[in-house]
């Protein structure tokens, strides 16, 4: 789409204005420096002690921290635990056994066969799916928090749509700060690290608009399960 | 919104008489307060942040322009579109554009204070557009046709049978004996509804709390789950925002991050934090086609060059509000304008003039909870009092005022004067007050007496007392 002439006209002076206001000059080579320089180093927030301590165990406050924004959390050994697991969930939940999942390599690689009558389902969420799984790319312990990147691997829809959102979380993937998970992202996703989507989830939808009392399930999932896995 | 704010005394006493929303209030800013202070004790780094959040900030005002531009070079290389509007007209016109351009009849759209700012439901609705408010709170104010109260609980002010009552009339479909009476069965009926609009709407409006320059991403923070249905589901996805939303890298985001939902709701995190960068990618099976950002300026550039700048770094906690007593009291629709509070007492303004908006910097009893929490450290209470003095100054202050303003100048700058008036009407007042000692009604000062009594002084003043007090010390030392 071309830029129509007067939204050019608006752009340039907001600009011109925001310099009027600063004092400062176009192309002024130390302004753009000090911004470049910035943009370059990154620099940091003090990570929370809660996590930067020496000899935290970083699994087990993303857990802990979870668990207080009351989602359920599963530690399981590896891939062979996992489809036990969600089928003991499912069924606990009175939900169906039935999910959909995208192409990540590892969700796609969970053989589901041994649990009768369990159906699942591929691509991007449909209105009347009742569970989604996703994988992870990271866990941030500092929250209890699950970072996840949109695309064919893990749709974003599976995490919105859906009654139930199932996420693997890799155990080796658990990072200590949101600035951790960020670094991970740039060393293995290149210049270019934000897929369209990237989703901090930290627990299951909820509202507290109505009388200020806490609901969940509000327009997101009613439920929320993590299985840590510790084979990757 | 066509601004009241210049009723804000008559506002406020139709607030104060009004039951229901007393009853919506008790207790509910305060139990945010109370959530802040849990969360602020479990990050024990939180009054650091504060500082490191207020500087990050006071850098990227800095260099706003160098990173405006970064920012729209990185949405572009990230295939979306970057659209610049001067003022709220602008702003709407960009946005019912793409929509036209889009095909589109049916809008969702996430909360967006921004948005409010702009007029833009009604912009939209009066080109033949459907737009369906996401976020439940919103929802409910739409089909009640009121604004937001609170820029973060935007219907703080009602009650849970207020809702009932309004489902009740509005989803007149659904069976009448239904139960409503818990939350959860009022949240479940609009997620019902909600779910079929998320599912056939065309465009996808949402707000954004941040704007990242180093990779063009827009982020949005909620619990609710709306805005990712809104963005996900629709074809286009478009960020109504302003200029001021911009920081640096991910990382400045994470700092923020961290003081934005301890400060609001004291969460340690949102349910969901998301951050969208362009439109889907090749190969992605879902997310929108178009992604647009609608950038407003609306007197953001004005501010910055004035000695209103601070309030720029402003991350719409509503820690301020909720922490104000002039607020607790009357609640968000008395202050007249789109942001409520010691917020909107600084923002309002500077977006609809002081000659409107006159009333809120003076409403306030200058106590300095909003500075004492506010994440950004903005001096709320000093910008008030810039806005006071520009009133002033402009003429804009009421005549009475003006005119009590200085007669009590006249008289500071004279001590004897002062003195003696000061001795001369104590007297006189304790002596008419007669044996009660307290006035049930007096002249310019009925905001008082209409409610309480007034009690007289005691007949010396304290410089009298003083005075008193030195002499009989020297004659007791003498004496010594
Ligand atoms: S002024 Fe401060 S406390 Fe108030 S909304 Fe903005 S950041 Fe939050």
Redesign the interface.
């Known amino acids: ?1 071309s830029l129509p002439g ?2 050019r006209a ?2 340039d ?3 011109s ?6 004092g ?1 000059t ?1 192309n002024d080579p130390a ?2 420096a ?2 470049e320089k ?2 370059m180093a ?5 990570a ?3 996590v930067a301590a020496s000899g935290t165990d970083l699994v087990a406050r993303f857990t802990e ?1 979870l668990q ?2 009351l989602a359920t959390v599963v530690a399981t050994a590896g891939a062979g635990d996992i489809p036990a697991v969600i089928a003991g969930y499912l069924r606990a939940n009175n939900q169906p056994l039935r999910l959909r999942h ?1 192409n990540d390599p590892y969700i796609s690689s969970l053989d589901f066969a041994g649990i009768p009558d369990f159906e699942t389902l591929k ?3 449909a ?1 009347d799916d009742s569970t989604g799984l996703s994988a992870a790319f990271a866990g941030i312990a500092e ?3 699950m970072a996840l990147t ?3 691997d893990n ?3 599976l ?3 859906p009654d139930t959102h199932i996420i693997v979380v890799p155990r080796s993937r658990i990072v200590a ?3 951790d998970a ?1 670094a991970l ?1 740039r060393q293995e996703r290149g210049p ?22 806490i ?1 969940i ?5 009613r439920r929320l399960l993590a299985i840590v896995t510790g084979d990757l | 919104m066509q601004p009241t704010a210049h009723d804000f005394k008559s506002n406020a006493r139709a607030a104060l008489g009004d039951k229901q929303l007393q009853d ?1 209030l008790s ?2 800013p305060g ?1 945010l307060v109370a959530q802040r202070a849990a969360a602020r004790a479990r ?3 939180f009054d ?2 504060r500082d ?1 959040g207020r500087d990050l900030r006071n ?1 990227t005002l ?9 920012y729209e070079t990185a949405v572009k ?2 295939g979306g ?1 970057v ?4 003022n709220g007209d ?1 702003a709407c016109a ?1 946005i019912l554009r793409i929509c036209q ?1 889009a095909g589109a009849r049916l809008v969702t759209k996430g909360k967006s204070m921004v948005s409010e700012e702009i007029g833009l439901n009604a912009r939209l609705e009066g080109a033949g557009l459907e737009v369906v408010e ?4 919103e929802y ?1 104010l739409q089909i009640r046709h009121e604004t937001p109260s609170h820029i973060i ?4 002010h ?3 049978g207020q ?1 009932e009552a309004d489902f009740r009339r509005e989803h007149a479909h659904l069976p009448a004996g239904r139960r409503l009476v818990d ?2 069965e ?3 009926e609009a ?1 019902q509804i ?2 079929e609009k ?2 056939e709407a065309d465009v996808g409006i949402t707000g954004a709390n941040f704007l990242i ?5 827009s982020i949005i923070v909620t ?4 805005g ?2 809104t ?3 629709a074809r286009v996805h478009i960020v109504i925002t302003s ?1 001021d939303k911009v920081v ?5 985001a ?2 923020l ?2 003081l934005l939902a301890r400060s609001a ?1 004291g ?15 090749d ?5 929108p086609e178009a992604y647009h950002v609608v ?1 407003l ?1 609306n007197g953001r ?2 501010l ?3 000695e209103f700048r601070e309030v720029l770094r402003c991350i719409r906690c509503g820690a301020c509000m909720n922490h104000c007593p002039v607020y607790n009291a009357v609640g968000g629709h008395a202050y007249g304008w789109v942001y409520p509070g010691p917020i909107g007492a600084v923002l309002n303004p500077g977006f609809i003039g002081i000659k409107e908006a006159g009333n809120l910097p003076n409403a306030s009893t200058f106590c300095g909870r909003c500075e004492a929490v506010c994440p950004m450290r903005i001096p709320l209470p000093k910008l008030m009092r810039h806005w006071r003095e520009r009133e002033f100054a402009g003429g804009d202050t009421p005549f009475t005022t003006r005119m009590a303003l200085k007669s009590w100048a006249a008289l500071a700058r004279r001590p004897w004067a002062y003195h003696l008036l000061a001795r001369l009407t104590s007297r006189a007042m304790r002596v008419a007050s007669g044996r009660s000692g307290a006035f049930r009604w007096l002249p310019f000062a009925t905001g008082w007496t209409g409610g309480r009594d007034f009690p007289a002084p005691q007949g010396r003043t304290f410089q009298e007392l003083w005075a008193a007090r030195q002499k009989q010390a020297a004659s007791k030392r003498s004496a010594r």
């Open positions: 789409m007067g939204a608006s752009r002076s907001i600009l204005k925001i310099r009027a206001s600063l400062a176009p302004r753009l000090a911004a910035r943009l990154k620099p940091r927030a003090a929370p002690q809660r921290e207080r924004q995208g691509g991007r969420a209105p929250t209890g928090t949109s695309g064919a749709p974003v829809t995490g919105f749509l700060t949101y600035e960020f992202l270019t690290p934000m897929p369209r989507t990237l989703n901090l989830i930290s627990g299951p939808s909820r509202t507290a608009d109505i009388g200020g009392r609901v399930g509000a327009h997101g999932p | 919506a207790g509910l139990g990050l024990p780094e650091g942040l490191y850098h800095e260099h706003l322009d160098v990173y405006l531009e970064r290389g990230a579109h659209h610049w509007a001067a602008e960009a351009d996401t976020d439940l709170g409910i609980a935007p219907a703080i009602l009650t849970q809702v939350p959860a009022l949240v479940d997620r909600l779910r998320f599912i320059a180093e990779t063009g991403s619990n609710e789950g709306n990712d249905l963005q996900s589901l200029i640096p890298t991910l990382d400045d994470s700092a991050l961290r709701t969460q340690e995190i949102t349910s969901y934090t998301t951050f969208s960068t362009g439109p889907r990618r190969g992605d099976p879902d997310g950038l300026d550039t004005e910055l060059g004035s």
